[in-house]
């Protein structure tokens, strides 16, 4: 994909996830300096405060499902923030977006085992994630992502 699709690609993206948040009752703004978010959403009643980084990836065909890659700077995926960031993996396929993951930067370090001697992800500062889409399942470096599959558990829906 040329850069200017990954600009249209990245921007669509951003705006359907922050769609996402506001139908599920949240409220939603893109900071105006980027250091490491996208978006951030709010709780107005309580005034939870959430980072989001929103990254989308075209599908690439597999002979069985397929596969998405997402670039993640290491030092976002193993710095912690307060509050934390949480990713909002997108993947669009078919003409439309099909899956989207959302975990927290602290899980997404933990499932990656960054830290460990010798790992091959940590040569390149920006590693990239394989995520293979098979039938029902999700899997990155061969450990099973599929509970990360819309898994809006720390941005409960809010009715207004």
């Given at each position: 994909?040329?850069?200017?699709?990954?600009?249209?690609?990245?921007?669509?993206?951003?705006?359907?996830?922050?769609?996402?948040?506001?139908?599920?009752?949240?409220?939603?703004?893109?900071?105006?300096?980027?250091?490491?978010?996208?978006?951030?959403?709010?709780?107005?009643?309580?005034?939870?405060?959430?980072?989001?980084?929103?990254?989308?990836?075209?599908?690439?065909?597999?002979?069985?499902?397929?596969?998405?890659?997402?670039?993640?700077?290491?030092?976002?995926?193993?710095?912690?923030?307060?509050?934390?960031?949480?990713?909002?993996?997108?993947?669009?396929?078919?003409?439309?977006?099909?899956?989207?993951?959302?975990?927290?930067?602290?899980?997404?370090?933990?499932?990656?085992?960054f830290g460990q001697n010798n790992d091959p992800?940590?040569?390149?500062?920006?590693?990239?994630?394989?995520?293979?889409?098979?039938?029902?399942?999700?899997?990155?470096?061969?450990?099973?992502?599929?509970?990360?599959?819309?898994?809006?558990?720390?941005?409960?829906?809010?009715?207004?």
């Amino acid at each position: 994909m040329s850069k200017m699709f990954n600009n249209y690609i990245g921007k669509a993206g951003q705006l359907f996830a922050m769609s996402e948040f506001l139908m599920r009752g949240w409220n939603v703004a893109i900071p105006e300096v980027d250091r490491g978010e996208d978006i951030c959403v709010v709780q107005d009643s309580d005034e939870t405060l959430r980072r989001v980084q929103v990254k989308s990836s075209q599908a690439i065909p597999l002979q069985k499902g397929y596969y998405a890659e997402f670039n993640i700077p290491y030092r976002q995926i193993v710095t912690a923030l307060t509050p934390d960031i949480h990713f909002f993996l997108l993947v669009r396929h078919d003409k439309h977006w099909k899956d989207v993951l959302i975990i927290s930067r602290e899980l997404l370090e933990n499932e990656l085992a960054f830290g460990q001697n010798n790992d091959p992800i940590l040569e390149n500062k920006k590693p990239t994630l394989h995520i293979r889409f098979i039938g029902d399942k999700i899997i990155c470096r061969q450990k099973d992502f599929t509970h990360y599959r819309s898994n809006f558990t720390d941005f409960s829906q809010i009715n207004h």
